[in-house]
Structure formats: structure tokens, C-alpha cells
């Protein structure tokens, strides 16, 4: 092999080499990344996804249930005056 050709394997060697090395600190990098967001948002009184669904089904049901004893409440109320009228 000539002089030319043996500098031009070494030469992509490095780039191989340098493309490699690239991979690798960018994968630390992204790693170091998400342990730092992840240690500021544990420190954050965040809930989970399905803390959050839990939540929300009760406060549904709560609110169905609140309806239901409005519509009640206003029908006793309703007798209420009748019988208030009536005794009068």
C-alpha cells in the first residue's frame, strides 16, 4: 500500500472512531439529562397518571351524586311549602 492510501484508512479509522465517541457522549449526556429532571421533579409534589384518573372518577361520582341529591332537596322543599301552605 502506498503512503496516500494507508493515511487515508487511518483517517477513517478516526472518523469512524470520532463517530463512535460522539454516539457515546451523547447518550451520557442525555442520560445525566434525564436523572437531573428527574431529581428536580421528584422534589416537586407532582402526582402520577393514575393518581390523577383515581381523582378525577371521585370527583365525577361526586358530582353525579351532588345532582342527584339537588334534584332530591328541591322536591322536598317543594313539599315543604305545600305542607306549610296547607296548614295555614
Same mark, same amino acid.
Given at each position: 500500500? +502506498?503512503?496516500?492510501?494507508?493515511? !487515508?484508512?487511518? @483517517?477513517? !479509522? @478516526?472518523?469512524?472512531?470520532?463517530?463512535?465517541? *460522539? $454516539?457515546?457522549?451523547?447518550? %451520557?449526556?442525555?442520560?445525566?439529562?434525564? @436523572? #437531573?429532571? %428527574?431529581?428536580?421533579?421528584? !422534589?416537586?409534589?407532582?402526582? $402520577?397518571?393514575?393518581?390523577?384518573?383515581?381523582?378525577? +372518577?371521585?370527583?365525577?361520582?361526586? #358530582?353525579? %351524586? &351532588? %345532582?342527584?341529591?339537588? #334534584? !332530591?332537596?328541591? *322536591?322536598?322543599?317543594?313539599?315543604?311549602? *305545600?305542607?306549610?301552605? &296547607?296548614?295555614?
Amino acid at each position: 500500500m +502506498s503512503k496516500k492510501e494507508f493515511l !487515508k484508512e487511518d @483517517l477513517l !479509522k @478516526l472518523i469512524g472512531g470520532t463517530g463512535s465517541l *460522539i $454516539t457515546v457522549l451523547m447518550e %451520557e449526556i442525555e442520560e445525566r439529562i434525564k @436523572l #437531573r429532571v %428527574e431529581k428536580v421533579i421528584s !422534589k416537586f409534589d407532582i402526582v $402520577t397518571k393514575s393518581e390523577f384518573d383515581i381523582v378525577l +372518577s371521585m370527583a365525577e361520582k361526586a #358530582r353525579k %351524586e &351532588n %345532582e342527584v341529591l339537588k #334534584r !332530591k332537596l328541591i *322536591i322536598l322543599e317543594k313539599q315543604i311549602i *305545600i305542607i306549610s301552605k &296547607n296548614k295555614k
